[in-house]
């Protein structure tokens, strides 16, 4: 339906893609998880209480694992609106639906939305419905137990786990039974 709203009514042209899209909050404060441990023994770790973050903005397309991140100091409309930007510059030739959740940033009335994107709010309180999601999961679980000790090095560390994240690996993250038979059937 909103592919056909999109080629019919607002007069787009270009291949129609469906992506989804999320913020993470990604900081200083080790990210802890299970450690193996021989039978009986209780597992430590080393961590770090430093509240310093980086925000992490990004977009994945299930039917192809295509994906977009772009990190950022805040959460807030101007981030939200920098990064529609870029990625309408970055596809250009498509057009984009784009599924995010009710957050304030992305339901701003001065936020001004690129020709190339229609925004598709998911329902509210529910995260679970985004794949996007799982990527957040997946990068995460590679930072566990990590200790750097300042931003730049918390970059870096996400900037090597990205580069491992291929498409397929993405694809293979976030390409949902369901989605893939939906996006079949919608013939985007």
């Not at 992506?19 to 900081?27: N, V």
């Not at 990210?31 to 039978?39: A, E, H, M, P, V």
């Not at 995460?140 to 300042?150: E, F, N, S, V, Y």
Request: aromatic share 10%; proline share 4%.
């Amino acid at each position: 339906m909103l592919a056909w709203f999109a080629i019919s009514v607002l007069g787009l042209t270009g291949k129609v893609r469906f992506f989804c899209q999320d913020e993470t909050r990604i900081g200083l404060k080790t990210i802890s998880g299970r450690k193996i441990t021989t039978c009986g023994v209780k597992p430590r770790g080393k961590v770090q209480w430093q509240f310093k973050a980086t925000y992490l903005y990004g977009i994945v397309e299930p039917a192809t694992g295509d994906s977009f991140f772009y990190e950022f100091t805040h959460l807030n409309t101007d981030c939200f609106q920098v990064f529609l930007d870029l990625v309408a510059q970055h596809f250009a030739n498509s057009i984009l639906i784009m599924q995010l959740d009710q957050a304030a940033c992305h339901r701003a009335k001065r936020l001004r939305i690129p020709k190339n994107i229609i925004l598709m709010f998911q329902p509210s309180h529910s995260p679970e419905l985004n794949p996007i999601e799982r990527v957040w999961l997946h990068l995460k679980r590679g930072l566990r137990w990590m200790l750097p000790q300042d931003l730049d090095e918390l970059r870096l560390l996400i900037q090597q786990r990205l580069q491992i994240m291929t498409q397929s690996v993405i694809a293979s993250i976030v390409g949902r039974a369901s989605i893939l038979e939906a996006l079949s059937v919608a013939s985007l």
